[in-house]
């Protein structure tokens, strides 16, 4: 299985703040990645694929980028509804794996 | 805009089967282009994806669940349902069903998830 490890595990960032999160992956994945914001009690919702396409709907204040084993999630101007987890997940190779998740708050 | 929902027991004794359901409205669940899946995610955990279905009948599963998993779907109630035999304490988890989108990639609708506690 393609293992996917997410840094940092939790973060607390200021409103305004620009917030990035690692994902790196244990195999050459190309550009098949997600992003995922999850907030308690709800599901996960798709907000990146293909490593940095914006799915539809979702503020432009969050980007992704990068190729290959590394990848790169970036929140720029932190709002206080951006408080979630965040998940990677790789759609190269099946079984498809999530990182481990980065516990975002507000400081 | 398609919305899933899951159904199904929330407690189910060990060594038992879990059976859940995820009825898809909104949309046809045997339009092409996509994979209908089950993921799961215990308490304070990461997700793991169980295995999915595509509308010819085909199925994946992960590895380590493949021995126990079986998907199927019911097109004339626009359902597909997942079966875990002989379940364990370890099988305890939110289980969420999802649409993956088969030509871009990523999950782009999902249940809302539902508790599965397995004890006795």
Redesign the interface.
């Known amino acids: 299985d393609i293992q996917m490890t997410q840094s940092p595990s939790s973060l607390s960032a200021s409103v305004g703040d620009r917030v990035t999160i690692a994902c790196q992956a244990t195999q050459d994945i190309r550009t098949y990645l997600s992003w995922y914001q999850q907030k308690p009690g709800k599901a996960p919702n798709l907000l990146i694929y293909d490593a940095s396409k914006l799915e539809a709907g979702v503020p432009s204040r969050f980007s992704g980028s990068g190729s290959g084993t590394g990848f790169t999630f970036t929140i720029n101007s932190l709002q206080p509804e951006d408080v979630a987890t965040y998940f990677c997940q790789q759609y190269d190779d099946l079984p498809y794996t999530f990182g481990q998740g980065t516990k975002l708050e507000i400081k | 805009q398609v919305q899933l929902q899951e159904s199904g027991p929330g407690l189910v004794k060990p060594s038992q089967t879990l059976s859940l359901t995820c009825s898809v409205s909104g949309g046809s669940i045997s339009s092409g282009g996509y994979y209908w899946t089950w993921i799961r995610q215990p308490a304070g955990k ?4 169980i295995g999915r279905l595509y509308t010819t009948g085909s199925t ?5 669940l493949k021995s126990r998993v079986t998907i199927s779907v019911d097109t004339s109630k626009n359902q597909f349902s997942l079966n875990l035999s002989s379940v364990t304490a370890t099988d305890t988890a939110v289980y ?1 069903c ?1 649409r ?2 088969w030509e ?5 609708s ?4 539902t508790l599965v506690t397995v004890s006795s």
Not at chain 2, 104 to 108: I, L, M
Request: glycine share 22%; charged share 25%; proline share 5%.
């Open positions: 990461g997700l793991e994806w994946d599963f992960n590895p380590s969420f999802a993956d989108r871009t990639g990523g999950f782009d999902w249940g809302q998830g």
